[in-house]
């Protein structure tokens, strides 16, 4: 069993697990942590603090390849944007999901730099910005687009 596969079945069983030292520290609801879920927890203790020591060394992976030389990426840029919860969730720390994520935040600091993001190619029409740069495969017409949400940074919470 893998370590994702361990932290999949902790998250739908409600369970979240930290690492305190080299001790895992774990929060659950009452009666999710069966003798069966103990029992493989023990099991594979060794996988699942190998798997949380090495979540600062994938940030650090995924900032590097995220990185221009003009558009630096940090470790600590990743950190600034994970919840604990996000922490825990295997799917958030799957690293293809970081990937994506920073990626994200690199489209956006291009963005409100002034810059179109590699890769937009196609143009749309926005209702709120009129004719703007898109990636491909974007319908001709949209109510909103991801420049509005630069343009007008409280759309996002108003």
């Not at 369970?15 to 594979?44: C, M, N, Q, W, Y």
């Not at 409100?112 to 926005?126: K, L």
Request: net charge positive; aromatic share 4%; charged share 25%.
């Amino acid at each position: 069993m893998n370590a994702h596969s361990i932290m999949s079945d902790l998250a739908e069983r409600k369970i979240s697990v930290r690492l305190d030292g080299s001790e895992l520290v774990f929060a659950a609801t009452k009666g999710a942590l069966t003798p069966e879920v103990v029992s493989r927890l023990k099991r594979h203790k060794d996988t699942l603090i190998r798997h949380l020591r090495g979540i600062p060394d994938l940030l650090e992976q995924v900032a590097r390849e995220a990185s221009t030389e003009h558009l630096p990426m940090t470790k600590q840029d990743l950190e600034a944007i994970l919840s604990p919860a996000d922490y825990a969730d295997p799917h958030v720390m799957h690293p293809e999901c970081l990937r994506a994520l920073a990626m994200t935040v690199q489209t956006r600091r291009i963005m409100e730099s002034g810059g179109i993001p590699w890769g937009w190619t196609a143009q749309t029409v926005c209702k709120r910005c009129g004719p703007v740069p898109i990636f491909p495969g974007c319908l001709p017409e949209v109510i909103g687009c991801p420049w509005c949400f630069v343009r007008n940074k409280t759309a996002l919470t108003g």
